[in-house]
Nanobody, 125 residues
Framework: QVQLVESGGGSVQAGGSLRLSCAASGLIDRPTCMAWFRQVPGKEREAVAA????????YYADSVKGRFTISQDNAKNTNYLQMNSLKPEDTAMYYCAGGPSSCWYWTQEHAFGHWGQGTQVTVSS
């Protein structure tokens, strides 16, 4: 059974940085699309970034382009989201997701069959 475990969340001031990690265990088919989503209470889950594990092609939401970087270490089965120049509007629960054989539908949460438990990111002004 595939497990995704996020870590690295926390509280920072605006302009600060955090790096989220997502460690995958169990049998996960590769290549696959790994992504990060975020959600605030009362709102829908929003796709933030994705990466295709074979070749490393990346995808970003417009709201985070130039500030966030997604990367993948296949040897460690770990995915990372480096978040720089954080803004209060980045405050959310961040979820790691994986499973689809391509990133065609990376912005759609129903395309992902594996999810982590989430890690909270809070950015204060």
């Amino acid at each position: 059974q595939v497990q995704l475990v996020e870590s690295g969340g926390g509280s920072v001031q605006a302009g600060g940085s955090l790096r989220l990690s997502c460690a995958a265990s169990g049998l996960i088919d590769r290549p696959t699309c790994m992504a990060w989503f975020r959600q605030v209470p009362g709102k829908e889950r929003e796709a933030v970034a994705a990466i295709y594990t074979d070749g490393g092609h990346t995808y970003y939401a417009d709201s985070v382009k130039g500030r966030f970087t997604i990367s993948q270490d296949n040897a460690k089965n770990t995915n990372y989201l480096q978040m720089n120049s954080l803004k209060p509007e980045d405050t959310a629960m961040y979820y790691c997701a994986g499973g689809p054989s391509s990133c065609w539908y990376w912005t759609q949460e129903h395309a992902f069959g594996h999810w982590g438990q989430g890690t909270q990111v809070t950015v204060s002004s």
